[in-house]
């Protein structure tokens, strides 16, 4: 895969969607097995029927960070973390907030390359 090449081997990416996700429930979430320094990359988007809830994404960089998204105002919304020290077992998660509108679906994509 082009888009692969390059990456080092504990380097993390994930995608996922999840139709209309009610409160908490996870879109996409990725697991750091070896403990560094790392960049974040985080896109999200919410496509489907028309959201109202534009700021309705959780992002955890557990046990690191935990904020709220900024509203989106573009699609894809990319969210980036140049530099967190994640410990081994640490996840990268980002879940809705509230429930979301019938018919919208959120995607979240994590890419997550170990610099240290």
Do not use: D, K
């Given at each position: 895969m082009p888009f692969l090449e390059g990456l080092a081997s504990n380097s993390v990416i994930t995608g996922a969607a999840v139709a209309a996700p009610g409160v908490g429930v996870t879109v996409c979430q990725a697991t750091i097995i070896t403990p560094?320094?790392?960049a974040v990359e985080i896109?999200?988007?919410?496509?489907?029927?028309?959201?109202?809830?534009?700021?309705?994404?959780?992002?955890?960089?557990?046990?690191?960070l935990s904020t709220s998204a900024p509203s989106l105002t573009g699609v894809p919304f990319r969210f980036t973390v140049p530099r967190v020290q994640i410990p081994a077992t640490g996840l990268i998660r980002v879940s809705a907030v509230a429930a979301a509108t019938a018919g919208s679906v959120y995607a979240a994509y994590i890419s997550a390359t170990r610099i240290g």
């Open positions: 560094g320094l790392y896109n999200l988007m919410v496509t489907g029927t028309a959201e109202t809830l534009l700021n309705n994404f959780l992002i955890v960089l557990a046990p690191a």
